[in-house]
């Protein structure tokens, strides 16, 4: 993210402070104004402490480099916390608990620099949980707040029925927040006011078939792909997602159809969450799913918890399951997958899933994930995506080697035959070569990826010491070195590449000679780790055209309906990217539809 800097201020008079600050054991700081900085997901969390002798009176928050959507909660609700408390000892907030941690350790840092004492301020009373127990009830109880939740919820809601959602964190959003907010819209009007009047819901069907290994189930598939345009259509016109002046070319399709929406997954989910607020879904945030309630063999709704310890005993005649994927459970992920990275959000945990397997659902495609190929290990298991610095570096001088030395594959070829090669190597690892110019482009494109400068600059320190490897040196043989590669092999494969670029014929792999521009260069020289990510996982629960969960004897679960990630079968073994997020919309847009039809006709 760029850095932005926030005007929050939260400041309360002494007539806030609260009595029992006000006994002999009351805290003593040296009054003043203190700046700290602390380490948060995407880079650094800098704020201002103000304190007076007696109590901290106000917090702002100078600049983040976190992801706004997710985080302005944080921002807002845990320096009030701390003043109205005059504690350290607050909740973080669910769903953004590196963000609150930083918050906290640069508080912990200001009350260390005014003489405070970081000790007393960080103990926490106890308290005991809620035992309280409520019953509701509606048409409608959906699990999970990201865009497949709430198309169903909003869907439901527009045409006259009940609906109330949990959510087990504090915000709203899911993955879909954390994406790019790329979605497939074949017969949307936006695409054909775009200027692409010549695609088909069969051309579709065929690109997306072909990108799943033709694994998807064709009845799904084309569920999808019937209804992605009527969806895309809603999304826009009635939740109020706003739009790109241009269609994105993606390599999968054969037609221009992926849209960007304004302000990518975070702008999206703002919309969503905007035109929730103006209805009558009621919303339980900090509220767990824990198991479905059953009877007679039929789903009736569900149980929750919040996290203050209140448990709700939601009946409804209908009940989805939209709480995403299993991406952060390496359990339920095949042993093929050990050496490639994690850059989905710990929130995927698999929720739904389990609720469904509890009551005899059955499963699909459960070892299929979605690959990316652009991945940097920055913590263990855990990716970076240099998405935009990669492909940036293709329209530079960028090549891709393996640890030997040689290039292996087209870089501008579709990223499965990239993932594929990754996949070949013994640690699942190529590098991306670049010169100085090209190193620039690449660290220049960064931004917004949830990579800070200051991180950069630190791994570019560190020099492939340990994980994620950003290699540098002076010469080939310095950088080559660095990564255990043969330097003569190294220039062989620069020379090699440098004579395509002089014929504009790549004659090993076919690169576009438009991404052959610039030939390799001076240094410094740089070898940047690059490894197969996954995010969304492609299997889930088994559904039929209804969205109805099935059981493991091919039987329709009366009364459980699964949308989005949660949901198993539609996108094959590998999704075009804009699938994810539209596959969430249409089939939480088409729940909510097709209940209020049957629900009303009742």
């Known amino acids: 993210m760029k850095k932005r800097f926030l005007s929050l201020v939260l400041a309360l008079s002494l007539l806030l402070v609260p009595v029992a600050m006000v006994a002999e054991n ?85 009350v260390t620099q005014a003489k405070g004492d970081v000790k007393a301020l960080s103990a926490a009373p106890a308290k ?38 949990l959510e087990k964190n504090a915000m709203l959003g899911g993955h879909t927040a954390l994406s790019g907010g790329f979605t497939i819209a074949t017969g949307a009007r936006v695409q054909r006011e775009l200027g692409v009047t010549d695609d088909t819901f069969q051309k579709c069907y065929d690109d997306m078939m072909k990108n799943g290994g033709d694994q998807s189930i064709p009845e799904l598939l084309k569920l999808y792909v019937d209804n992605m345009g009527v969806s895309t259509d809603w999304t826009i016109d009635y939740v109020g997602a706003g739009l790109p002046e241009k269609l994105t070319k993606v390599g999968e399709n054969s037609v221009d159809r992926v849209l960007i929406y304004k302000g990518a997954g975070a702008g999206l989910m703002d919309a969503y969450a905007a035109k929730v607020a103006q209805t009558t879904v ?57 050496n490639y990275v994690y850059y989905g959000a710990s929130l995927s945990s698999g929720d739904g899933l389990a609720m469904g397997q509890e009551v005899g659902a059955d499963t699909v495609h459960m070892g299929f994930v979605e690959l990316f190929e652009n991945g940097v290990e920055w913590l263990p298991g855990i990716a970076k995506s240099t998405y935009n610095g990669s492909m940036a570096a293709w329209t530079g001088s960028g090549i891709l080697v393996d640890r030997a030395g040689k290039r292996v594959v087209n870089e501008r070829s579709a990223g499965t035959n990239i993932v594929a090669q990754q996949a070949a190597q013994p640690d699942a690892t190529l590098f991306l070569l670049m010169d100085q110019a090209t190193y620039d482009i690449f660290s220049n494109k960064i931004s917004g990826t949830g990579i800070s400068q200051e991180m950069l600059q630190n791994w570019l320190d560190n020099n492939g010491k340990s994980s994620p490897v950003f290699a540098n040196g002076k010469t080939i043989e310095e950088v080559a070195a660095v990564i255990g590669s043969d330097a003569a092999v190294l220039k062989e494969t620069i020379e090699r590449y440098n004579s395509f670029v002089e014929k504009g014929v790549d004659e090993d792999f076919g690169r576009p000679a438009d991404y052959m521009k610039a030939k ?65 919309i ?13 629900l009303k006709a009742e």
């Open 26 to 110: 009351k805290p003593s700081f040296e009054p003043g104004k203190y700046v700290a900085v602390a380490a948060g997901h995407n880079g650094s969390v800098e704020i201002e402490v103000e304190f007076s002798q007696d109590a901290i009176v106000a917090i702002k928050v100078l600049s983040s480099d976190e992801t706004a959507t997710l985080t302005n909660l944080v921002f807002e609700r845990i320096p009030q916390q701390m003043i109205e408390k005059q504690s350290l000892a607050v909740d973080s907030v669910t769903g953004a608990t590196v963000t609150s941690s930083a918050l906290k350790a640069a508080l912990a840092d200001a």
């Open 128 to 165: 005991a949980p809620s035992t309280e127990v409520v019953e509701l009830s509606a048409d409608m109880v959906v699990v999970g707040g990201g865009s497949a939740g709430l198309s169903a919820a909003l869907a439901a809601e527009q045409d006259g029925l009940s609906v109330i959602l």
């Open 282 to 338: 009621q919303l339980l945030m900090d509220t767990r799913a824990t198991k479905l309630l059953t009877q007679d063999n039929e789903v009736i709704g569900v149980e929750g918890k919040a996290k203050d310890g209140t448990t709700y005993q939601i009946k409804a005649k209908a009940t989805v399951l939209a709480t995403g994927g299993y991406g952060a459970r390496r359990d339920l992920l095949p042993e093929s997958l050990k």
């Open 520 to 584: 390799i260069g001076e240094g410094p020289y740089y070898l940047v780790e690059q490894k197969p990510r996954y995010a969304t996982t492609l299997g889930g629960l088994k559904i039929n055209t209804e969205l109805q969960v099935i059981n493991v004897d091919g039987e329709v679960i009366k009364g459980l309906y699964s949308a989005g990630d949660t949901a198993g079968g539609v996108r094959g073994n590998d999704s075009i990217p804009g699938a994810d997020v539209g596959w969430a």
């Open 586 to 598: 249409t089939s939480g847009y088409l729940i909510g539809k097709n209940l209020a039809k049957e």
